[in-house]
């Protein structure tokens, strides 16, 4: 989590049109959801100099536009539940946290969180789809014709979505994945023995 936005915000022309320079560095960020797909996407984030202003769990909201620390309220949220408590930050809803302005706004935790109901209220200049179908078609057409890029979450997702197919086929055909090391490494031997022979 967080290359592919990494990946995406690299390159110039897209950038361009929205007034951003390329990279993650010195942006703002906000993740809905601070499972493992939004808590390592904005410690990469974090990490290459992107500037995590806020982080909206199901239960309350944290934001400060200085940036948070991430390994810090992850550490607080992992043994709380909840931000209440956790100094520093300012307090607010989860749909209040959605509407704070910022660079990159991602959706990382549920289906259909932005609507045509909301999505006016959003200020950001990007949508970076962490979850499933997080934006609904509705909502895309509008962000869409603001000039809000969406990063569809087929790109961001689509590692995850590759080892889910190869750990579905593997259950399928009965085999663990030792037992397909080995007959690939077999395999691998009787075809260079077939070489020298």
């Given at each position: ?31 809905q959801g601070f ?133 579905w086929v593997q ?19 009787d075809r260079l ?5």
């Open positions: 989590p967080g290359y592919g936005i990494e990946e995406a915000m690299s390159k110039k022309e897209d950038m361009e049109l929205l007034g951003l320079t390329t990279g993650v560095a010195g942006k703002t960020f906000i993740v499972g493992n797909v939004g808590y390592y996407s904005a410690l990469h984030i974090q990490m290459n100099g992107g500037i995590i202003t806020g982080v909206i769990e199901f239960n309350g909201a944290i934001f400060d536009e200085k940036g948070i620390n991430v390994e810090r309220a992850k550490e607080y949220w992992d043994n709380h539940r909840t931000f209440d408590g956790f100094d520093g930050v300012e307090m607010i809803s989860p749909d209040m946290a959605l509407y704070r302005s910022c660079d990159v706004l991602i959706p990382a935790a549920l289906e259909r969180v932005i609507t045509r109901n909301n999505v006016g209220h959003l200020s950001c200049r990007i949508v970076a789809e962490e979850a499933n179908g997080p934006v609904t078609p509705k909502a895309a057409e509008f962000l869409e014709d603001r000039g809000v890029l969406i990063i569809p979450d087929l790109y961001l997702n689509a590692g995850g979505v590759t080892v889910s197919y190869f750990e259950n399928l055909s009965h085999v663990s994945f030792g037992r397909l090391q080995r007959r690939y490494s077999e395999n691998s031997k023995l077939d070489c020298l022979e």
